[in-house]
Structure formats: C-alpha cells, structure tokens
C-alpha cells in the first residue's frame, strides 16, 4: 500500500507554463482534494473531488483545473502559471463522506513559478 | 459556514514542560475536529480526532485535546514536550453537512533544550 501519492516532487516553471501535478491513491477513496499551503496561511483547498467523474471548487479555484476520470487520480492543472501560484501543494484523500472519515495526505508537490 | 482559529502563532517551550496549542472553531453543526502535525519538509500527519465521542481526545505520542463545546474550544495538550515534537499543528474542523474541511493557520511549536 503506497497510500496517496504526488508526482512530481519538485518542479521550476516560468510565467505562463503549463503543468500537471498528479495524485494518485492507492486506498480505494472515494474522495480526493488538492490543497495549496503558504507560509502563515495554513492550507487552502483548492477543489475537491467526491468521485470518479466529478469535481468541485474550493476557496481558491482560480487559475486551477482538475479531473478525476479515473477513481485513484485526481490531477491538477495550470494552464498559465503565474508567480502568485508558487507554493506546496497537497493532495489528500479519504474514504467517504463519513465525518469521522480521516484525510490522508500525500507527500506534497513543491512548485516555484518564475 | 465553518471556521478554524489558531490562537498562537508561535509556541516555545522548554524541553521537559508541558504544551497547550490552542484552537477555537465555528461550526454550523456537529463538528469533528482534527489535530495535524507536519514536521519540516514532510507531509501531514495525523494526531488525533475527535467525532462525538469522549470529549477527552488521547492521541499519537503522548498528545490529547478536549472538546469544550461551551468555549467551542479543541485544544491540544502533552504533558512533557520532547526535542521531536519540534513542528508545525493545524487544527481542522470538517462540518457535518458538507464534504470540506477547513484548516486552521498553523502553530509553529519550539522546543528548547
């Protein structure tokens, strides 16, 4: 069980690139989320996915977009960066909608925007 | 609408003396709440949960917290800090009604030898 999953680690990016981060999950979740944390300011949620073929936004969706076609990824894209999205990215991912359920995060995505 | 606040910023203590991390939250509904601990460059990990049962959380090496639904208060506590507990807390709430959690800012504990 490798639990959840980011790839890449680590990637540099210039202004106006675009990239896709990954997350993948072993654990047969049901729910997944893409969280971004900057210093001073905890996590942020992103957007958030309740299943396979459905996505939803966070507090902070703009400049992001997500699928999740298959039901252990769920990706992140940029489509233009920009240096205000330089930060370290979190996917997670927990079983259902139980409130009781715990989130399991991944081991972060570390992105700087030039 | 749900809400998390971290009191402290920053938290010092001395090796060997206890640790209070304090944590309020809003919450519409019956809340479960979270303490995370994430040690630098690492992910996050979990301490300890609270989900409407005993108030008196006993969690991962040595941490608790107590659910005070009157202060709406869940703060955590361990008796004797240790060099390794040198990391980040977040506290989480995670609203009945909706699928979100929301995380608190973070409190940055130090430990001093």
């Known amino acids: 069980n490798a639990g959840v999953t980011q790839t890449p680690k680590f990637r540099v990016l210039k202004t106006g690139q675009s990239m896709t981060l990954l997350c993948a999950q072993d654990m047969n979740h049901e729910y997944m989320y893409w969280y971004r944390q900057d210093p001073g300011m905890g996590l942020r949620l992103i957007h958030y996915?309740?299943?396979?073929?459905?996505?939803a936004k966070g507090e902070v969706p703009d400049g992001y977009n997500v699928s999740r076609l298959k039901k252990q990824n769920f990706l992140l894209g940029l489509e233009s960066a920009a240096p205000s999205q330089t930060s370290v990215y979190f996917c997670?991912?927990?079983?259902?909608?139980?409130?009781?359920?715990?989130?399991?995060f991944g081991p972060g995505t570390r992105l700087l925007v030039l | 609408a749900q809400s998390v606040t971290q009191l402290d910023s920053h938290v010092s203590v001395s090796e060997g003396t206890p640790v209070l991390l304090r944590c309020n939250y809003s919450?519409?509904?019956?809340?479960?709440l979270f303490w995370y601990v994430q040690h630098p460059n690492k992910g996050l990990q979990l301490l300890l949960k609270y989900t409407s049962a005993a108030t008196l959380v006993k969690g991962i090496n040595g941490f608790e917290a107590e659910f005070k639904k009157s202060e709406t208060s869940f703060h955590l506590t361990k008796p004797s800090a240790h060099m390794s507990d040198a990391a980040e807390y977040f506290c989480v709430v995670s609203d009945s009604g909706y699928q979100k959690v929301t995380f608190g800012t973070g409190t940055k504990l130090q430990v001093i030898p």
């Open positions: 997670a991912s927990r079983p259902g909608p139980g409130i009781q359920e715990t989130q399991y």
């Open positions: 996915s309740v299943g396979e073929g459905t996505t």
């Open positions: 919450s519409s509904y019956s809340p479960s």
